[in-house]
């Protein structure tokens, strides 16, 4: 679910969507982790499969998302898997040049996130924000999952012109 995340937001194949995967033990909440060179932004991803598709997403995986962004924001390399550390130049060259940080949450709920949860990613978006506006937050629910892998499966369209 991370890499369609990552296929939905940054718009890129799925080979750059697969690639950009780090989930894992001691992965500190983010799953996959990609950055747009041309546009410069750094997609950074938590994703969470449930069997209920009317939940939303529990508050103790946002906050160990949220604190996962910060450490990474703020160079705690020790605090992070061989999977990303081993994209670390890759991770403060992007950080030394972007203009913007996505953060996105995917889940297969069509509920929206709870609006105490909410607050959290509300909160820790405007301290980051606080000299600009550099990071963004975005729900990816069932709907846009489901939509995208519609729109994936569906046959080409087929333009032809026939003359008699």
Request: with cysteine; glycine share 4%; proline share 2%.
């Given at each position: 679910?991370?890499?369609?995340?990552?296929?939905?937001?940054?718009?890129?194949?799925?080979?750059?969507?697969?690639?950009?995967?780090?989930?894992?033990g001691?992965?500190?909440?983010?799953?996959?982790?990609?950055?747009?060179?041309?546009?410069?932004?750094?997609?950074?991803?938590?994703?969470?499969?449930?069997?209920?598709?009317?939940?939303?997403?529990?508050?103790?995986?946002?906050?160990?998302?949220?604190?996962?962004?910060?450490?990474?924001?703020?160079?705690?390399?020790?605090?992070?898997?061989?999977k990303?550390?081993?994209?670390?130049?890759?991770?403060?060259?992007?950080?030394?040049?972007?203009?913007?940080?996505?953060?996105?949450?995917?889940?297969?709920?069509?509920?929206?996130?709870?609006?105490?949860?909410?607050?959290?990613?509300?909160d820790?978006?405007?301290?980051?924000?606080?000299?600009?506006?550099?990071?963004?937050?975005?729900?990816?629910?069932?709907?846009?999952?489901?939509?995208?892998?519609?729109?994936?499966?569906?046959?080409?369209?087929?333009?032809?012109?026939?003359r008699?």
């Amino acid at each position: 679910m991370a890499a369609a995340a990552i296929k939905i937001s940054a718009e890129v194949d799925y080979d750059v969507a697969c690639a950009a995967l780090v989930d894992g033990g001691k992965d500190n909440g983010i799953d996959a982790i990609y950055y747009d060179a041309q546009s410069k932004t750094l997609f950074l991803v938590q994703s969470k499969w449930s069997n209920s598709h009317t939940s939303s997403i529990a508050s103790g995986e946002v906050l160990k998302f949220l604190q996962g962004v910060q450490d990474l924001v703020s160079l705690k390399k020790s605090r992070f898997n061989e999977k990303i550390q081993k994209r670390w130049n890759l991770i403060e060259d992007a950080l030394k040049r972007l203009t913007s940080v996505r953060l996105v949450v995917a889940y297969p709920g069509s509920g929206k996130i709870d609006a105490d949860i909410q607050e959290k990613i509300d909160d820790f978006i405007r301290s980051q924000n606080d000299t600009s506006e550099l990071f963004f937050f975005s729900p990816i629910t069932q709907r846009e999952l489901f939509q995208h892998f519609v729109h994936e499966a569906a046959p080409p369209k087929i333009d032809l012109t026939i003359r008699l």
